[in-house]
């Protein structure tokens, strides 16, 4: 088995190999798992699930499978909220980034939206279990509005990946996850930029976009969220090769004053 894995280009063998077997609940199933690993298939998708922050999230065919590096777009959130704070994960694919930060704050009011159906019906399995809530729709479009200027994290892990530059990515992404959740545009920033012409309507004062993107395109990134309105800055972490920025809406939340009446 291990030498089959190896030898369709798996890097880890030796661990798939082990994380296999621990799913598979009989040897023709586990034959079968190890053909469609071989075969290209996501790790991911061939056990049903994906790691992320310390948990396990339903990870369904097709689906787009978070990756480590975005556990840095999480923590970053965490360290600007506060607990019971309102989240809305936009292009929220398995549902796993709203979901971690709920965990990370102890309470959140979650909702999330994704326009991809398949990852609607995925995410819904994954959020449930956080108390929040999934649209199906583009962007803002099936949000409650009663969301409006109460957003206090927008986390929106849009597809950054410029349209010409999808050929290269790796089969696994390339062929398996949705190109929905993949392509960004000819620069790889339109959906960023319909995401920030909106989010200052959304946010609460004081709330905080944020989203990932590569190196190359953040000059570009932070000059559109400062053309809509908020007040950009970026976060890198080299550990895990990752870029957020982040665009905060000007104000202060009154709920972080005392003797507010609530």
């Known amino acids: 088995m291990v030498h089959e894995l190896r030898a369709a280009g798996c890097v880890f063998a030796e661990d798939e190999a082990r994380l296999l077997v621990s799913a598979a609940r009989s040897p023709a199933e586990l034959a079968a798992m190890v053909e469609r690993r071989a075969a290209g298939l996501p790790l991911e998708h061939v056990l049903g699930w994906a790691e992320f922050h310390g948990q396990r999230f339903t990870v369904d065919a097709g689906v787009f499978v978070p990756r480590r590096r975005t556990e840095f777009l999480v923590d970053r959130a965490a360290s600007l909220a506060r607990p019971g704070a309102v989240v809305v994960d936009l292009c929220c694919g398995s ?141 890198v972490c080299d550990e895990l090769d990752a870029t957020v920025v982040i665009g905060t809406r000007p104000g202060t939340d009154r709920r972080d004053h005392p003797g507010n009446g609530e």
Do not use: K, M
């Open 95 to 235: 549902g796993a980034l709203g979901v971690a930060l709920v965990a990370a704050l102890g309470r959140a009011e979650l909702h999330a939206a994704d326009i991809d159906p398949v990852a609607v019906r995925c995410a819904r399995r994954n959020v449930a279990a956080a108390g929040g809530r999934v649209y199906a729709g583009d962007l803002y479009d099936p949000l409650p509005a009663g969301l409006r200027g109460r957003v206090d994290v927008l986390l929106a892990n849009v597809p950054y990946v410029p349209t010409g530059e999808i050929g290269l990515l790796p089969p696994e992404a390339r062929i398996h996850e949705a190109r929905v959740a993949l392509d960004g545009g000819a620069d790889g920033l339109d959906v960023v930029r319909r995401v920030t012409a909106r989010a200052a309507r959304w946010l609460a004062p004081g709330g905080h976009l944020l989203f990932e993107t590569s190196d190359r395109q953040t000059p570009s990134a932070l000059d559109v969220v400062a053309g809509d309105g908020l007040v950009p800055r970026v976060a």
